[in-house]
């Protein structure tokens, strides 16, 4: 296990607070498993040990099982998610890789499955777990 570099919100305690509010407005009428299911698929893909760890405790007590948590990193090949919960985890996967952008077919998935505000919700959802994890991967936040 490598060391901590730095106490980010003691550093930066302003940067702190303001990714904590974004967070809880990302958050806004979105599903607690949903959420909790974007947050760690996209920390998966940005190996954030910390919250990988976070967001599977949260997951628990909002109710989600140990199977799909498990197959989250498989969920494509896995039948335990709904085609809701799969256009938001192809739509987490898009913006967190983007490198290819995210194309007309995943936006246009996660489009049927989720109204115009609850798309914007998950698309702050999805770069508001993806500053977490910049954040938490680059000052090696410990368990």
């Not at 498993?33 to 405790?57: G, K, M, P």
């Amino acid at each position: 296990m490598t060391a901590e570099r730095m106490d980010f919100s003691a550093v930066a305690p302003k940067v702190f607070r303001a990714v904590l509010a974004l967070d809880s407005a990302a958050r806004a009428g979105l599903d607690g498993v949903l959420v909790e299911l974007v947050q760690i698929r996209a920390s998966q893909i940005n190996r954030c040990a910390y919250c990988i760890d976070y967001h599977s405790t949260d997951a628990r007590k909002a109710g989600e099982t140990e199977q799909r948590i498990y197959q989250l990193t498989a969920w494509p090949e896995s039948g335990l998610y709904t085609e809701r919960e799969r256009a938001a985890l192809a739509l987490t996967e898009a913006v967190t890789l983007l490198p290819g952008g995210v194309s007309d077919e995943v936006y246009g998935r996660a489009a049927e499955h989720f109204d115009e505000a609850e798309l914007a919700q998950l698309i702050a959802l999805i770069f508001t777990v993806n500053a977490w994890n910049r954040m938490n991967v680059t000052t090696r936040k410990a368990l």
